[in-house]
């Protein structure tokens, strides 16, 4: 494991500024988070919003964690959002964290906090205590090991309270992607929905014991109460598109 004490080995990324956005790389190839300047709170990138879509099966989660940080597009959405439940953010590189004020990511109060640690040593350490996990880590290089490890998703499990659920973001394209997917199963007795987003680079995982056995119709996809309408309004055909692979995940099997 890296040494979250030291710095130097962590890549630091860069800001890339437009008249509208205001993204964060660590190569101009890859995007690691955008925020609009004039709606800093709103999901710009497409997976981001798909991955919200566990409002479909945990509508009301108590406790959330979340395993990276990057421009913290998904932790000011969920603050601002959800403002009956605890998140907690685990990110391990400093220099992410230290970016934090520049994308308008709010400071640490009684029920949102952002720490620095390794997310696979705060999976393994929790137990039956998340309501909904999410897991965003990519690095420099990519995926790092440590976060799709068989270990790693087994820990998950074990973090997650009865129905609770995880949610992966996974790229697409990586050699080791039906790998990676085949431990989500194992770990999850086989309970995994896998939804591509509309260009194929993301893939987002849902799993969860009992979580996804609900059936997000009419009722389901009802404004939750504390989402404001234009928030809904954003995430309905994430929402929808989520749902609709649900249904053909249950009518193929």
Same mark, same amino acid.
């Given at each position: 494991?890296?040494?979250? /004490?030291?710095?130097? %080995?962590?890549?630091?990324?860069?800001?890339?500024?437009?008249?509208?956005?205001?993204?964060?790389?660590?190569?101009?190839?890859?995007?690691?988070?955008?925020?609009?300047?004039?709606?800093?709170?709103?999901?710009?990138?497409?997976y981001t919003r798909t991955m919200m879509a566990f409002l479909l099966f945990v509508p009301r989660p108590r406790a959330l964690a979340m395993i990276g940080l990057g421009?913290?597009?998904?932790?000011?959405?969920?603050?601002?959002?959800?403002?009956?439940?605890?998140?907690?953010?685990?990110?391990?590189?400093?220099?992410?964290? /230290?970016?934090?004020?520049?994308?308008?990511?709010? %400071?640490?109060?009684? *029920?949102?906090?952002?720490?620095?640690?390794?997310? /696979?040593?705060?999976?393994?350490?929790?137990?039956?205590?998340?309501?909904?996990?999410?897991?965003?880590?990519?690095?420099?290089?990519?995926?790092? %090991?440590?976060?799709?490890?068989?270990?790693?998703?087994?820990?998950?499990?074990?973090?997650?309270?009865?129905?609770?659920?995880?949610?992966?973001?996974?790229?697409?394209?990586?050699?080791?992607?039906?790998?990676?997917?085949?431990?989500?199963?194992? /770990?999850?007795?086989?309970?995994?929905?896998?939804?591509?987003?509309?260009?194929?680079?993301?893939?987002?995982?849902?799993?969860?014991?009992?979580?996804? *056995?609900?059936?997000?119709?009419?009722?389901?996809?009802?404004?939750?109460?504390?989402?404001?309408?234009?928030?809904?309004?954003?995430?309905?055909?994430?929402?929808?598109?989520?749902?609709?692979?649900?249904?053909?995940?249950?009518?193929?099997?």
């Amino acid at each position: 494991m890296p040494d979250t /004490a030291d710095p130097h %080995p962590f890549v630091k990324p860069y800001v890339y500024e437009t008249l509208d956005t205001r993204a964060m790389h660590f190569s101009i190839c890859e995007i690691q988070s955008r925020m609009q300047v004039q709606h800093p709170h709103a999901l710009d990138l497409a997976y981001t919003r798909t991955m919200m879509a566990f409002l479909l099966f945990v509508p009301r989660p108590r406790a959330l964690a979340m395993i990276g940080l990057g421009g913290g597009s998904m932790a000011k959405f969920c603050h601002r959002q959800l403002p009956d439940t605890r998140i907690e953010v685990v990110e391990i590189n400093p220099h992410v964290i /230290a970016l934090r004020e520049q994308f308008q990511v709010p %400071p640490d109060d009684a *029920r949102f906090q952002v720490r620095r640690g390794d997310g /696979a040593d705060f999976v393994r350490e929790t137990h039956d205590r998340l309501d909904v996990l999410l897991v965003d880590g990519f690095d420099h290089e990519g995926q790092p %090991p440590a976060l799709c490890s068989q270990a790693f998703y087994d820990d998950c499990r074990t973090a997650l309270r009865a129905n609770g659920l995880l949610v992966v973001n996974l790229h697409t394209a990586h050699a080791d992607f039906q790998r990676h997917a085949a431990r989500l199963e194992r /770990a999850f007795d086989g309970e995994v929905l896998l939804v591509s987003d509309r260009d194929c680079s993301n893939t987002i995982a849902f799993a969860g014991q009992g979580a996804l *056995r609900g059936r997000p119709g009419a009722g389901a996809m009802r404004k939750p109460r504390s989402l404001a309408r234009q928030a809904w309004d954003e995430l309905l055909p994430a929402f929808t598109h989520v749902a609709a692979s649900l249904q053909r995940q249950r009518e193929d099997g």
